[in-house]
């Protein structure tokens, strides 16, 4: 399976037919019929949104969705993660809303990392049920039209000293295609390294919706942007423009913090303890290149790779799946990294014109 996998990747993201295998090549026209059945349900699930037989719902505070229009690697949940936190540095409480999947391995990296502050996650494919159970916990308010954010705004300190249980804004991961819940900031996330593919709609590409979907979005986010060539990112931001001309566009990188290890997960490692290390870097994201990249930043004396597919389900699970299972690995030193997205400044779009953005939306 995992070899299939791959290949239907490999033909996603390679325009040159002349070389791929047999396996490639016997495969590519079920994928194309595939493609075509499923970009007729997409426009027509899409036509039932927009006409109002499917009915959208609408929550009593805020919505910021963070999404993408390709499969995996985008940055989607360290985004949703950044801005919560933007957030909890004002005194506003945010509801992060994931739908747990594949053994919810994001909702409960989310937790480690919001472990004690004032961001809660919910998990559930009904984003809206999920919410309503939070509010009722906790309750809402709405800062839209308040003085609070402009107060707290330019005194971050402030903010944490302000803030209450009762939730004022929700942050959807993985949301642009989640039309069912309206949104009043769209973010699409786009991965550098890999961003369009082949251009076409799954499986036959990497794509969920045709690229004229970034006319939804209100920023446009291009993810591993300092692994990523200039001229490369010129051509990104060039398709985005020429789709929607007006869209901010933002650059982030992840920026390795420190590590821990499965035997004492509460003590945090210096990224120093790998250097003149063998290192071997197990991964099942969306984007391993980016991965391996930044542990051979850190200075390792050598780095393999095992690279599996986004989520995959392993038979010695991951830390966020099965902690328990990789303390069996002795005598090898199994650590966890763990890393920070951040907003490389560039061209007046830096994080605080970001947060500026923030700031409009909760005074509308």
Known sequence: MEKLKQAVKEIAYYRHQAKFS????????FLSLSSSLYGALLYTRQSLYRSGFFSKNRLPVPVISVGNLTWGGNGKTPMAEFIAKRLADYGISPLILTRGYAGGDEAK?????????PVKVGVGANRVATANLFFEKYGYVDYRGSKFFERTYLDPK???????QKIGAAV?????QHWSLCRDLEIVMINGLMPWGNCKLLPLGPLREPLIAIKRANIAVVHHADLVLEQ?????KLVVQEIKESLPIFYTRMTPSYFFELRNISTKMHLGAVLDAVVLCVSAIGSPDAFVRAMEKIGPLFVDRFDFSDHYSFQLKDYDRDPEILKHLHPFKVLVLCSEMQIIPCNGCNEDSFKSLLKELLEV
Do not use: E, N, Q, W
């Open 158 to 164: 402030m903010g944490s000293h302000v803030g209450s």
């Open 232 to 236: 490369k990112l010129k051509d990104i």
């Open 109 to 117: 990296m989310l937790k480690r990392h919001l472990l004690g502050g």
């Open 22 to 29: 047999k396996l490639h090549l016997s495969l590519i026209p």
């Open 172 to 176: 959807l991961d993985d949301g642009m």
